[in-house]
């Protein structure tokens, strides 16, 4: 499972969670507040804000359960329009977290003592030539 945790900055940190913390994260819902220490954040209190599964489906709050539903949408989150008063059938997958997720979007509500940048640096990338 990999997580975003975003700053109010604007800054968002990625990195992928271990086996052994996804269990933490099933059957929470989104806009829950977690204690950070649950996905390695310690210190921090850290909103959810939203995730998406293994097929790119993005989660959407207002959609009950875990399951992966066909929805009529008319904007928001999974779906883009230029035409004003569009609307369309739309796969979206509930507003709780199950092994499905792959990606978990979530905000900082109250920073710890540690800046987020020093508890998941960067990865070096390595150049090849």
Known sequence: MRVVISESSGKSYQFELPKDREANLIGKKIGEEIDGNLIGAAGYTVTLTGGSDNSGFP???????????MVLLSAG????????????????????????????NSQVKNAGPTPLDQLFPKAEKKENK
């Not at 989660?59 to 539903?69: F, L, Q, T, V």
């Not at 004003?84 to 059938?89: F, V």
Request: charged share 35%.
């Open 59 to 69: 989660m959407r709050e207002e959609i009950h359960g875990s399951a992966k539903k």
């Open 77 to 104: 989150v999974g779906f883009k329009t230029k035409d004003g008063g569009a609307r369309k059938r739309r796969y979206v997958r509930g507003n709780t977290y199950s092994v499905e997720i792959i990606q978990v």
